[in-house]
């Protein structure tokens, strides 16, 4: 089985800039899927099944759920992609057929248990990552749902297992580095710090997903400075008739000064963070100032050591704290660091958006915004922000697990 790629290519008349064509081991054309081929490359679009509701004119009659097949637009690069699937399972139908049976030739005629066989059985053992896995789910219920539409088969029901699912996800974490950190090790942060700046610095990196060098630039006095939020929520604390609706979020501008790259960008800080971070101010803060020689800073993280007592916090202040706490918490990583709660803040953001309604492309812009990441000249996240779509498959698994 072989996809060849033909360049200006004409069929009855039509000009294909780029086709990909399928043959079987002797040179055979293999049909459908050419046709699978020439419709991608003539629409750029995918088949879908979508559920509507219907009702009659009449006033009274019940509506009425059916499933019709919708289009919808793809990229180039997921057409590349999904040929690419379907020649892998296309192998396999091949591999797989007795002698004169030709699977590869009457794919119509695989049902969904011979589907499962392959996407739940026997592809996950050549790979290595779930994504690889979705991908060519996607792949396979794209050219189902098109042989659908030609009339040629019924709707697929293709799933993928969910100890299948599990099992993937476990076998890229052990050979991935997976960055996000679960509830229970983030509890046992927070439970395992000595002091309220450092609980404030790890809620910095999973709450409001700061770099270690950004929990520096949190400014507590001048303008837009935290002094004014904490006013806010003290004011909404002290008089609830006055204020019935509490602010769930405030939003506070991070300066360009302390951020990568100098671009500023906007912190939302819930509600419970600002408690925390009023009491940090009227306790532990204040004792600090009380005993240090140094004029208060305008930051709102002081340095607590005998040496630097009183100053504010240094760029690398926050990595050391997580790296202090690393070693009394057995269920962290060794390649865990402050920047994987970063990495957590994104992930479950994402998972927030995702859940929202929001589809993936925006869901991955609102995370670009939040981390103060460029969008590419289409007004996209850059390709490197797709790793919260696995870690997000991951997070799923291990926070049900707990």
């Known amino acids: 089985m072989k996809k060849v790629k033909y360049k200006n290519i004409t069929i009855d008349g039509e000009l294909f800039e780029e086709l990909h064509v399928f043959y079987d081991n002797e040179g055979n054309l293999v049909v459908l899927p050419l046709l699978f081929s020439i419709d991608l490359a003539r629409t750029g679009t995918v088949f879908s099944f979508k559920k509507i509701s219907t009702r009659s004119r009449f006033k009274n009659s019940e509506f009425e759920e059916k499933t019709i097949l919708t289009r919808h637009d793809v990229s180039s690069n997921t057409e590349t992609t999904y040929l690419g699937h379907i020649l892998k399972y296309l192998e396999y139908c091949e591999s797989n057929s007795l002698p004169y049976d030709e699977l590869e030739h ?65 076998k890229e974490a052990n050979n991935f580095q997976i960055k996000y950190i679960n509830s229970n090790s983030i509890n046992e942060l927070l439970f395992a710090s000595k002091s309220k700046a450092d609980n404030l610095i790890i809620q910095c990196g999973y709450r409001l997903g700061l770099r270690a060098k950004e929990c520096a630039g949190l400014m507590l006095h001048g303008k837009g400075g935290l002094n004014d939020l904490i006013k806010q929520y003290r004011r909404e604390e002290d008089d609830t008739s006055r204020y019935p609706v509490r602010t769930e979020y405030f939003e506070y501008q991070l300066r360009s000064k302390y951020t990568k790259g100098g671009k500023s960008r906007f912190l939302y800080i819930p509600r419970k963070m600002m408690r925390d971070i009023e009491l940090y101010k009227e306790t532990e803060r204040a004792d600090i100032l009380a005993l240090s020689k140094s004029p208060e800073p305008d930051t709102l993280l002081l340095n607590a050591s005998n040496g630097h007592l009183g100053k504010a916090i240094s760029t690398k202040h926050a990595s050391t704290v997580f790296r202090h706490l690393k070693q009394i918490i057995s269920s962290l990583k060794e390649y865990h660091s402050f920047h994987c709660l970063r990495h957590t803040f994104a992930t479950l953001l994402y998972d927030k958006k995702i859940k929202e309604g929001n589809g993936k492309n925006d869901a991955l812009r609102e995370v670009a915004n939040a981390l103060g ?17 696995i870690m997000r498959d991951y997070m799923n698994i291990v926070e049900k697990a707990s």
Do not use: W
Request: proline residues 1%; charged residues 25%; contains cysteine.
């Open 106 to 170: 009457c794919t119509e005629l695989a049902d969904n248990e011979d589907i499962s066989l392959f996407l739940n059985h026997e592809y996950p053992d050549q790979i290595s990552t779930y994504t690889t896995l979705k991908g060519m789910k996607s792949a396979i219920t794209a050219y189902y749902n098109f042989l659908t539409y030609l009339g040629i088969t019924n709707q697929r029901s293709i799933r993928i297992k969910k100890e299948v699912r599990k099992k993937l996800l476990n």
């Open 373 to 389: 990441h460029s969008l590419d000249r289409h007004g996209n996240a850059y390709k490197n922000s797709t790793r919260y779509i």
